[in-house]
């Protein structure tokens, strides 16, 4: 089976470090992508992991552990407009697509002043 | 990156009835997909729309119930057919604006309503 798991909710305060993990089960592997979503907003690409380490874009990074199954977002000085939801997802091509992403259920951010 | 509009945004539909999403993408894609999103729920993939072939539907999904139409490659339509309360749903279409690509853009999403 392909499974996907990830915390339901996070709070956190303006300007902390927060956190987002994402275990996966899946029939095949080729990378970990997060994805953000703003309420009643389209999700939006933030990032992608191949190989085992960290990739950093700004504020973001994230993290892949390819022999733990695991990956992490983590986000850095946290701002109110963070506030949303963030999805892990797995591009498996055992699933028939190359390009086929199966999305975890979603974390719910919410930051507070 | 791809920029991807959906119409219509929303609607509300009778029982029974069926609504056709159209989703338009300023670029030339190979591979557009189709999901389904239950508010404050994760995104669960409907069926891939491949140019010149018919859709590849996940389990769960048939033709009957939604059928989908690829003419080129910057166009696509997903129909959900006799519609039930539990359609309900913000329905997403996305795409990879390469083949390999890791990335896929979304549209604005299409929220159906049927009462």
């Known amino acids: 089976g392909q499974s996907l798991e990830q915390p339901s909710e996070v709070t956190a305060v303006e300007g902390a470090i927060v956190q987002i993990n994402c275990t996966y089960q899946t029939s095949g592997f080729y990378g970990l992508s997060w994805y953000q979503q703003h309420d009643g907003g389209a999700p939006t690409f933030l990032s992608y992991?191949?190989?085992?380490g960290l990739e950093e874009t700004g504020r973001f990074s994230s993290f892949l552990s390819r022999s733990d199954s695991y990956g992490y977002l983590l986000l850095q000085e946290l701002q109110m407009k963070d506030s949303a939801s963030y999805f892990c997802a797995v591009r498996d091509p055992l699933s028939g697509g190359y390009n086929k992403l199966i999305f975890g259920a979603g974390t719910r951010l919410a930051v507070h002043p | 990156s791809a920029v991807i509009s959906q119409k219509p945004s929303r609607d509300i539909c009778q029982r029974g009835t069926s609504l056709t999403i159209q989703c338009q993408v300023d670029s030339q894609v190979t591979m557009m997909f189709w999901y389904r999103q239950q508010p404050g729920q994760s995104l669960t993939l409907i069926a891939t729309a491949n140019q010149g072939s018919e859709a590849t539907y996940e389990s769960g999904f048939v033709i009957d119930k939604f059928p989908i139409s690829r003419p080129n490659l910057t166009f696509s339509t997903l129909t959900v057919s006799n519609l039930s309360p539990e359609d309900s749903s913000i329905y997403l279409c996305?795409?990879?604006?390469?083949?390999?690509?890791?990335?896929?853009?979304f549209g604005p999403g299409t929220r159906l309503t049927v009462t």
């Open positions: 996305s795409v990879s604006d390469r083949d390999g690509s890791y990335e896929q853009y």
């Open positions: 992991n191949a190989l085992d």
